[in-house]
């Protein structure tokens, strides 16, 4: 009886907080409107930060414009080593029609996100993942807390408002019919918002991620579990009361934000309000990489919001790309293991992946490519009880890789992919029909990791000590994938038919057939 009025307490409290932040985060009257101010027909101004997980969905698209809808104008306003980044978007849709366009580039001045971030959470230039690493659900949720903040937006007053002020300028000076915004770079957000203009949002992540707060209360406790959190989906009824508990802490975090409050007082003075709310996507175009067979099915989705699929770059072959690693990818299947741009390791992660690779080699006739960024401190000496198998050629560490992600996982010689839970690395597998093996550490890593494995497509490894890793947990994830058991077996054709399904309509092709014409309009 104890329990139940704990339960029936935490339920009428969290009613509370959830229909103060609807009501919050729904658009007012005045937040419903047709944009007074129309830009120049079939011209296109994306603002996207430059990290690979957050920009990618954003090139990519681009470069679909490119090739299919030539009559656009398309701009890209981003940090300034996004450049070269752009360029090469451009020169692959160069190479299918020959007439293509260049995309305009603009610099952004200020931090770039992940710095601004690192900065926020006490860290060093680009090492704030450091600072991220968290056990998942009630273990961590203090920290889990702490990261939301300024994942927000991590930018000081200073720097957002100088952002603020130079998409500002731009948007006034390339005039697009449309504005498409990158998530996380909310200072651009704030400058359309602002300036009156029709904008959207272009995002990497599923819709489960964005969309669980409009969904009937009912499946909103039952299906999803917040940030950071790996319930499954459906949630177990023994996890429900867990799950209710972690959303009102999540709630009460997001609306009380007062590491933001010296922030808003500035940007206040420059004329930026409600910066910081989060807002309800369902008052604007909002195109998500979503596809609905790898995603958690919603009962609820607005009218304004496009699910595309993956959105992939589309690079140039991996033979064009490095002919060396084809030939060497060709020689055994091939575990991919690249847990994205931010990781670095230390030594405990460094030599546990190590060993757990030791005794997956052992059991296995597959190869490894393992892309191994080492934090400072660890010694050089981490691969020795690889080395051996290294001079075999059965391993090969790389401190980047040469070949873009997607191009390698198109390769057909890649039989799991590992990753850390980023949207991109979970949509580049499924576009690819690739098993995944995911080793999350931070945020909705965590809820990638899950998903992975409701949806039949891979696995969930480290579950018990994440974030930290053990020899046993990483070789019996890697081998749950590989082994010819009924699992393996089943999660290879699972993935292997999402992949079919993807590469039907790619979500590139979609978000841009979308974009094209709001931007011929100018109206939603």
Known sequence: MGRLR????????????????????????????????????????????VEYGLSNVH????????????????????????????????????RKFKDTKDIHFHELPGREYAEALSDRMGGVGRTSVRHLLHPPGLKGIDHIMRIVQPAISPWDGGDHVQIFQKATELIETVDPAVVVLDIALRP?????????????????????????????WGSMFRKFSRVGCDFPSPVPWRKIPENIYFTLRFVFGVLNKPDFNGTKQ????????????????????????????????????????????????DAEPAIE?????????????????????????????????????????????????????????????????????????????????????????????????????????????????????????????????????????????????APDWTVEGLRDSFLRVLDDRDEGRQIREKAKRLGKIAQENPGRYVAASHIARLAESGRT
């Not at 309800?280 to 607005?302: C, F, G, H, K, T």
């Open 6 to 49: 704990q339960i029936v307490a935490a339920l009428a409290a969290l009613t509370v907080l959830v229909a103060v932040f609807l009501a919050r985060t729904s658009p007012s009257t005045e937040e419903e409107f047709t944009p007074t101010v129309q830009g120049k027909n079939e011209t296109v101004l994306f603002f996207t930060n």
């Open 188 to 216: 651009a957000i704030d400058a359309a918002r602002q300036t009156d203009r029709l904008y959207m949002f272009l995002a990497p992540n599923t819709l489960s991620d964005t969309l669980w707060s409009v969904q009937p």
């Open 266 to 313: 500035q940007l206040k003075a420059h004329g930026i309000d409600s910066s910081l709310h989060i807002k309800r996507p369902n008052d604007r175009p909002w195109v998500a990489q979503n596809m609905p067979e790898a995603s958690i099915p919603l009962d609820v989705i607005p009218a304004n919001i496009t699910s595309t699929g993956p959105i992939i770059l």
């Open 59 to 94: 090139l990519a698209t681009a470069g679909a414009l490119l090739e299919k809808h030539p009559n656009i104008d398309v701009h890209i306003a981003s940090f300034p080593r996004s450049a070269s980044k752009v360029a090469k978007a451009a020169s692959l849709a160069r």
């Open 321 to 465: 790309q490095d002919p060396e690693l084809v030939a060497w990818l060709s020689r055994a299947p091939t575990v991919l293991v690249n847990l994205g741009s931010l990781f670095v390791y230390s030594e405990h992660h460094a030599t546990t992946m190590a060993l757990a690779l030791e005794e997956v080699l052992a059991k296995t006739d597959v190869q490894v490519l393992w892309k191994m960024a080492q934090d400072e401190g660890v010694p050089d000496n981490y691969t020795l009880p690889i080395k051996s198998i290294i001079d075999q050629g059965r391993i090969k560490v790389t401190k980047w890789l040469t070949v873009s992600p997607p191009s390698i996982l198109s390769t057909g010689h890649v039989v799991a992919s590992v990753h850390h839970g980023g949207a991109n690395c979970y949509n580049e597998a499924i576009a690819a029909g690739v098993p995944q093996v995911v080793l999350p550490m931070w945020l909705d890593c965590y809820n990638y990791a899950q998903l992975a494995e409701d949806r039949g497509v891979g696995v969930y490894a480290n579950r018990a000590s």
